[in-house]
Each structure stands twice: as C-alpha cells, then as structure tokens.
C-alpha cells in the first residue's frame, strides 16, 4: 500500500505496509457423550461398590428367630430347632455336638472350612434345620453370648440382587408383617429360618400339628416347600 506525504514542499510516497488479515479456524465443537452410556455408568458405581463392599447404605440384616436350645437326644426334624453342648470332635466343616443326652453332627458350610471355626471341648449352641441325622447351622451361640451367622441371609454372594442389596437398593423386607401373615394364615409356632432374594424361609407348625417349611414371597404370598 502507498501513501503520500509532502516535506519541504515536495511529495514524497512512502510505502505502508499492509496489515494482514488472519481468519481463525473455528474451534472444534466438543464432541456430546452418549447419554445411555451416562446412564450406565451412574447405575454400575454404586453396584461396583456394593460388590467390593463398600457399600453406600447397609441394609438393616434380617434376623433368625432365636430357638430355645432342646437336648441333643431331642433333637427332631424341623425347619428351625437348636442344641447346646460342647465341641467333641471336628471333621474338617463338621463337628460333633454332644450332651449329657447323646451326640449329633453338625455341618457348618463354608463357614467351617479350615476346622477353625470351633475348638474341641468348646461350649457352643447351635441352631439350624436338624434332617436326616445332621443339624445344618445356621448360626452359632458362643459361651459369652456372641451370636455368628453361618449362612448368608439375603441374595447369594456376586449376584446382581446381592449387590442391589448392598447398596440399599434392593427390596424392604417388613418381617413382623410376614410373619403376622403366617399366623393368620392358621400356622402356629411361626420361626424365621432363612432369607432369599425375594422371600423368607419360614419354619411353622400346620394345623394337623405338623411342621412345614413355608416360603414367604415379601408380597405375603405363602406356598409350603416341604413337611417335616
């Protein structure tokens, strides 16, 4: 570009030197995730952490109902039933409970694997489902009153209804309603023995005087699994 100026009386043309003209590229419009993937990923953190068992809010535990101990030679077939003695012999996740009545077997699960769960000549109480000559343990009374649970009393472990358990997702279970609708349902003798994803395992007594192993869907529906 050229511009002209005078001095001392004479024009002079003086070259400018023309300013340049730069056009930014636009800036790359960021690019939008996936809201389904979004959606996934808010579902999955709170199940991932529920899985490892850090758990955002730990559901209140559903409780046996607590059976008075009978002695070992008492001991019947039944849903829910208990025996106090002391530890004579283990057998890996089995140990021997006897009394002054007699001796029973019992299986621990995989709670007992490594036979360290009890010790020979320990007094314990053990409570359970007593069937074909074996007490399966639910739970285990040491001599100072703690209480152990030996089997899990919700979903199986890994699965999807564990983990929504976990973290507080999974169903409320109102157990003094269900088992009120055990009894009005014309059942006495009502003892809760178990919890599944969806239902309670309910031990009663039928009205012919039998017991019977009731499975207790959390919408009260009631179906008998099997008599005693």
């Known amino acids: 570009m050229t511009d002209q100026t005078t001095i001392e009386g004479k024009a002079v043309a003086i070259e400018?030197?023309?300013?340049?003209?730069?056009t930014e590229a636009p800036a790359s419009a960021p690019r939008s995730r996936p809201r389904r993937g979004l959606l996934v990923g808010a579902v999955a953190v709170p199940l991932a952490l529920g899985a490892v068992g850090l758990s955002l809010a730990q559901p209140a535990q559903t409780p046996l109902t607590p059976v008075a101990p009978v002695a070992v030679?008492?001991?019947?077939?039944?849903g829910a039933t208990a025996a106090k003695g002391e530890v004579a012999e283990i057998f890996g996740n089995k140990f021997i409970l006897q009394d002054g009545t007699g001796r029973a077997l019992v299986e621990t699960?995989?709670?007992?694997?490594?036979?360290?769960?009890?010790?020979?000549?320990e007094s314990v109480t053990v409570q359970g489902r007593f069937e074909n000559g074996f007490l399966h343990a639910?739970?285990?009374?040491?001599?100072?009153g703690r209480v152990e649970a030996l089997r899990p009393m919700g979903p199986p472990p890994?699965?999807?209804?564990?983990?929504?358990?976990?973290?507080?997702?999974g169903p409320s279970v109102d157990v003094p309603a269900l088992t009120k609708a055990v009894t009005?349902?014309?059942?006495?003798?009502?003892?809760?023995?178990?919890?599944?994803?969806?239902?309670?395992?309910?031990a009663?007594?039928?009205?012919?005087?039998?017991e019977r192993m009731l499975?207790?869907?959390f919408d009260g529906q009631i179906r008998e699994k099997r008599v005693f």
Request: hydrophobic share 35%; aromatic share 2%.
């Open 73 to 78: 030679s008492a001991l019947a077939p039944s």
């Open 138 to 144: 639910a739970a285990l009374t040491r001599a100072d």
């Open 16 to 22: 400018t030197p023309a300013t340049e003209t730069r």
């Open 158 to 169: 890994g699965g999807l209804d564990w983990a929504k358990d976990k973290v507080g997702l």
């Open 109 to 121: 699960g995989r709670a007992g694997e490594g036979a360290n769960l009890v010790a020979k000549g």
């Open 215 to 217: 499975h207790v869907g």
């Open 184 to 202: 009005d349902a014309g059942y006495t003798d009502v003892r809760v023995a178990g919890r599944g994803p969806r239902h309670l395992d309910v």
């Open 204 to 210: 009663a007594k039928g009205q012919d005087g039998k």
